[in-house]
Nanobody, 126 residues
């Protein structure tokens, strides 16, 4: 089993920054892909960014490209999401997800992931 715990959410003004953290525990050696998703009220959960851990490759959604950066610290078993130039439309609950294995385009879908954190609220005021 793998446990994920997010932290770092909060209230920030538009244009500000936040860094989310996702601490992993359990069978972390089996994890190959970690990702961040978000879900706004009344909307479906959407892909934000993911990282393939063995190679350190990362990609992100077009809506956050150039503003958000996913990174990892293997020594701390933690993945981060640095969010800059935040916009009100970035307001959502942000979730960390993990999966055993490397995905392709399917790894941008929440249904591909087996492990989830409880979520952390990010609110961006205008």
């Amino acid at each position: 089993q793998v446990q994920l715990v997010e932290s770092g959410g909060g209230l920030v003004q538009a244009g500000g920054s936040l860094r989310l953290s996702c601490a992993t525990s359990g069978r972390t050696f089996s994890i190959y892909t970690m990702a961040w998703f978000r879900q706004a009220p009344g909307k479906e959960r959407e892909f934000v960014a993911r990282m393939d851990l063995p190679a350190g490759r990362a990609n992100s959604a077009d809506s956050v490209k150039g503003r958000f950066t996913i990174s990892g610290d293997n020594a701390k078993n933690t993945v981060y999401l640095l969010m800059n130039s935040l916009k009100p439309e970035d307001t959502a609950v942000y979730y960390c997800a993990a999966q055993v294995g490397l995905g392709s385009s399917n790894a941008n879908s929440p249904s591909w992931y087996s492990y989830w954190g409880q979520g952390t609220q990010v609110t961006v005021s205008s």
